[in-house]
Antibody, heavy 123, light 108 residues
Framework: QEQLVQPGAEVRKPGSSVKVSCKAS????????FSWVRQAPGQGLEWMGG????????DHAQKFQGRVTITADKSTRTVYMELRSLRSEDTAVYYC????????????????WGKGTTVTVSS | DIVLTQSPGTLSLSPGERVTLSCRAS???????LAWYQQKPGQAPRLLIY???NRATGIPDRFSGSGSGTDFTLTIYGLEPEDFAVYYC?????????FGQGTKLEIK
């Protein structure tokens, strides 16, 4: 059964960092695209960035330039999203999601989702 | 960035009705790299449609996607009670792989 396991919640103070993990089971880990999508309370979905472990390098939205790093550890089948310089507006549910397998065209259409990690930024 | 605009923002309908949701892109989404997701309160999104018109695994055939270029639609034939949720479109032709703002489908 393919699934993505994330921690349930993290609490951080403004100005600090958070590193959220996403452990994958099922399938050939390296060949899939993994995305991070966040959702602020009562708001829509926002794609933050993603990575295909086979290629190694992450990709992220310009909005998060300098603050986000997305990495993958093939040995533990885990993807990570680190967000730095946290502010209250970063309070959201952070989802890890898996797309298709390369070289399929639907590599970035996400069909397996984690349950989400609630990150609360508060002093 | 490609901006996706969904309309309407909210729809109030009754079970059994047919509904069409719209997603318009600020520039062409070539090769139909467009997906639709359903999200219910407290749950992660679920992929319904990819490639503009391909149903994802396990998605009932009452869900149908169509369109190309800059205009895409999701049609639900015969609304079931479990279909009342928020629907998002997403383009994945270019980074950032943006979402629309969502259409909420509520029971009339």
């Amino acid at each position: 059964q393919e699934q993505l396991v994330q921690p349930g919640a993290e609490v951080r103070k403004p100005g600090s960092s958070v590193k959220v993990s996403c452990k994958a089971s099922g399938g050939i880990f390296s060949n899939f695209a993994f995305s991070w999508v966040r959702q602020a309370p009562g708001q829509g979905l926002e794609w933050m960035g993603g990575i295909i472990p086979y290629f190694g390098t992450g990709d992220h939205a310009q909005k998060f330039q300098g603050r986000v790093t997305i990495t993958a550890d093939k040995s533990t089948r885990t993807v990570y999203m680190e967000l730095r310089s946290l502010r209250s507006e970063d309070t959201a549910v952070y989802y890890c999601a898996r797309g298709g397998e390369i070289p399929a065209s639907r590599v970035w259409a996400m069909d397996v989702w984690g349950k989400g990690t609630t990150v609360t930024v508060s002093s | 960035d490609i901006v996706l605009t969904q309309s309407p923002g909210t729809l109030s309908l009754s079970p059994g009705e047919r509904v069409t949701l719209s997603c318009r892109a600020s520039q062409s989404v070539t090769s139909d790299y467009l997906a639709w997701y359903q999200q219910k309160p407290g749950q992660a999104p679920r992929l319904l449609i990819y490639g503009a018109s391909n149903r994802a695994t396990g998605i009932p055939d009452r869900f149908s996607g169509s369109g190309s270029g800059t205009d895409f639609t999701l049609t639900i034939y015969g609304l079931e009670p479990e279909d009342f949720a928020v629907y998002y479109c997403q383009q994945y032709i270019s980074s950032p792989r943006t979402f629309g703002q969502g259409t909420k489908l509520e029971i009339k």
